[in-house]
């Protein structure tokens, strides 16, 4: 147990060692998930630790309405695709914080908006612009 920085009581992270399927468990040594374990609660506040899990997860397509994603790590000058599963345990974390926090960038609607209006913008300038400047040629041959 140990008190957070808003003075609550809470109960200590372990590092479970959770099974899988696709074998997962096999691509990292105990040392190396101690390692990727203790970095990742050395980083200290969530805010810093949130950072490091948007970067290890990466949106790779939708089917039917539904995000796929990818969980990765580096570790030891190579990059481990993990399952969901071995990536929660070994960094100790719900799958709640990971789906609400970590994925956020992803579900970010008003940004997306914005992106879409600045480009549809930029877009609908660079076509004015082109337009006016076919219409200013045109009308230096029809002179001549």
Do not use: W
Request: charged share 25%.
């Amino acid at each position: 147990m140990y008190i957070n920085s808003g003075g609550r009581l809470k109960r200590e992270r372990i590092l479970r060692n959770e099974e899988c399927l696709c074998g997962c468990v096999e691509k990292l040594s105990n040392e190396e998930k101690r390692a990727i374990f203790d970095g990742f609660n050395n980083l200290g506040n969530h805010q810093t630790q949130n950072t490091y899990l948007r970067g290890c997860v990466q949106l790779t397509g939708a089917i039917n309405g539904r995000r796929k994603f990818r969980y990765q790590i580096q570790c030891q000058n190579r990059v481990i695709a993990l399952c969901k599963k071995v990536f929660l345990s070994i960094h100790g974390i719900p799958a709640s914080r990971l789906r609400k926090k970590a994925t956020t960038r992803y579900n970010n609607k008003l940004l997306f908006r914005i992106a879409i209006i600045i480009i549809f913008a930029f877009n609908r300038f660079k076509i004015q612009q082109y337009l006016f400047l076919t219409k200013e040629g045109a009308r230096k041959t029809t002179e001549s």
